[in-house]
């Protein structure tokens, strides 16, 4: 789909199953744009980055977006009132909302963006889930923020992990296993596991898709509940930025409740806040 003359992939099936939402990545189009990681970035690419980030805001009726400086941790950032904008909230790599109008957003170029819903309170939160980050904890840190905030039951919440690079090109160290406790394999593993060897010695390619999936399921969420895209952002046709691939550009993942969102009832968290 096309918003705001930004190529947008949906997230699969949401658009039906949670009409108060709206969710999706952009995608690269022809040459190296839209490019959204503009950190770090001076003069007129930073100008021009923050251009695409004015397109998103005006892809939909959003009032504003949010989006912070990612380091790869589990710092989740709640937002109780809605922005005006183009915001840049604290360091973080996650956010959490009911606020309709209001756009959470993380960058990427291989690592996973995780979307969870829940279509009970009417709340949403958007992590960026590098292995650093699944392995500190942002995966349990997003579930916990929308169940400790809003109320939210695990197993109300669905989830959707977004283009990430997959087991196919992922090459790790052991030390990448051995942070995320999956430990190493001995050798060539079934192909439905979380790591695999090549056949050459020493070569360890990680499915951190399968991690991230086992950790939500952990957290409670039903496996009916749990979806992901087929889509290797390393091999998978360039439709997507790559780290791994040479890019130094960025898409970004997107989500936020339509203004037009139904408010359920306040929360024992919102009462006393």
Known sequence: MRAQNLLVAPVPGWDDAHPWL??????????????????????????KGLDNWRRLLASGAWSGVVRSRQVHGDVVRVHREAAQGVVTAGDGDAHATRVPGLLLAV???????????????????LLHAGWRGVAAGVIEAGVSALRDTFGSRPEDLAAHLGPAIGGCCYEVGPEVLAALETGEPPGKLPPDTATETSAAAGRIFLDLGEV?????????????????????????????????????????????????????RPSPADQTA
């Not at 490019?35 to 007129?44: E, H, I, M, N, S």
């Not at 990427?108 to 819903?117: I, Y």
């Not at 999936?213 to 992901?228: C, F, H, K, M, V």
């Not at 930025?241 to 409740?257: P, Q």
Request: aromatic share 8%; with cysteine.
């Open 107 to 125: 960058t990427a170029a291989d690592c996973t963006p995780v979307f969870l819903a829940d279509p009970v309170r009417r709340a949403v939160a």
């Open 22 to 47: 709206q969710a999706g990545v952009t995608l690269r189009e022809l040459g190296r744009g839209p490019d959204f990681g503009f950190f770090g970035d001076a003069g007129t690419a930073a100008e």
């Open 212 to 264: 991230v999936q086992a950790r939500l399921a952990r957290s409670g969420l039903p496996p009916e509940n749990l979806s992901r895209s087929g889509d290797c952002t390393r091999c998978g046709g360039k439709r997507y930025f790559s780290h791994r691939r040479g890019d130094r550009e960025r898409h970004v993942a997107f989500i936020g409740l339509r203004k037009s969102a139904w408010q359920p």
